[in-house]
């Protein structure tokens, strides 16, 4: 069974999840102008099943995904779309923000 490495921080009412496919951690990726980097003060929380992510993900507020493994399965659940894909040296990076209606 794959895994991922998930971290997630609470402030002020905001949920943020970062997670990545364990092989990345650590890791820095390069193409052009683009740097996709996979420190593990920032993603390196806990050793997940992708399932276990993918329910912490549907709870974000704001999420940082890297990796195909967990890219392609929040792709699949509908949390990010494919043109919102960011591939970094073959890397895929996806994002999601959620905003809050009514602003104020």
């Not at 276990?52 to 990796?67: F, H, M, P, Q």
């Amino acid at each position: 069974m794959k895994k991922v490495y998930l971290k997630k921080y609470e402030s002020g009412g905001e949920i943020l999840v970062a997670v990545c496919d364990e092989n990345l951690l650590g890791k820095r990726f390069t193409e052009g102008k683009l740097v996709l980097d996979v420190k593990k003060e920032f993603y390196g929380g806990t050793l997940v099943t992708i399932d276990e992510a993918i329910r912490e993900l549907k709870k974000a507020t704001i999420a940082n995904i890297v990796g195909e493994n967990i890219v392609r399965e929040a792709l699949k659940e509908g949390l990010i779309h494919e043109e919102a894909i960011l591939w970094v040296s073959n890397i895929p990076h996806a994002q999601i923000v959620k905003i809050k209606y009514p602003f104020i």
